[in-house]
């Protein structure tokens, strides 16, 4: 039998998503959305991130032109809330839920962000190709793990082929020696992930642009729920890719060694 606190939660959780589903169709409130890094303004009913320590820390390694790659950024709080502190900053959104990249959207919209975000209604992963997704009825646990999109007792909600790119057939070569990458995104200063458990293909995808570009990484773990040991083969891959793995409470900090 599901436990009194865990009823709770789930009635919550959809609550808060149907009001924030007719929110963004109607675009009926914008608010401000404050966190350790900023404000801006979105949709959401309630202000998200507001203590974020990821975000915080993320937010003081960006020098004024830095280019953030914002791995699962949802509704896009993070990107927002980088771009917005400098106007020479260029954030890359990676988001592949078409509900979540619609809300991406008009939250960049709203905040007048069009030439800062680059919004890339993709996946990263090892492969060029597509794979299935699912849907959750908790946005947040959308993915390509069914059983991580039906945690917390939420269901999925349909399921649907979504394009999915290596980060190395993405980013250009260093000093964009190589004609052929004319149109490649610029190499990441940066670079945030957040996949509910599919970081290790994000990593196994991005090995040769860790290794010339050597950007930052911040990392979001999850692992409750999860199939296999999500945070161990993630650690595996940064420091075979010579990072120093810096771990805090919910996410890693990691740098180049």
Not at 83 to 90: E, L
Not at 140 to 158: H, I, N, Q, Y
Request: glycine share 8%.
């Amino acid at each position: 039998m599901r436990r009194p606190a865990a009823r709770t939660r789930q009635l919550l959780s959809r609550s808060y998503h149907r009001l924030a589903r007719a929110n963004y169709d109607r675009e009926l409130v914008a608010r401000r959305n404050r966190t350790p890094a900023g404000s801006v303004r979105c949709y959401e009913p309630l202000n998200r991130h507001g203590d974020d320590a990821m975000l915080e820390e993320l937010s003081a390694c960006c020098g004024p032109s830095t280019v953030i790659y914002d791995v699962g950024a949802n509704v896009g709080i993070y990107a927002l809330t980088l771009a917005a502190a400098s106007p020479r900053r260029r954030v890359v959104a990676f988001e592949p839920s078409s509900t979540v990249v619609d809300r991406l959207r008009a939250n960049v919209r709203l905040n007048g962000l069009e030439k800062r975000i680059d919004v890339r209604p993709w996946a990263l992963g090892d492969e060029d190709g597509e794979r299935p997704f699912y849907r959750s009825t908790n946005p947040e646990l959308s993915g390509f793990d069914r059983a991580a999109a039906t945690r917390w007792g939420a269901t999925v909600a349909d399921v649907g082929p979504v394009p999915v790119h290596r980060l190395d057939s993405l980013v250009a070569a260093p000093e964009g020696q190589n004609g052929a990458d004319r149109g490649r995104l610029p190499a990441p200063d940066v670079l945030k992930v957040d996949v509910e458990g599919a970081a290790p293909s994000v990593l196994r995808g991005a090995r040769r642009t860790l290794e010339r570009h050597r950007p930052r990484l911040f990392v979001e773990i999850h692992d409750a729920g999860l199939t296999g040991d999500v945070p161990g083969e993630t650690k595996g891959l940064l420091e075979a890719c010579g990072y120093d793995v810096l771990e805090r409470t919910g996410y890693w900090h990691c740098e180049p060694a």
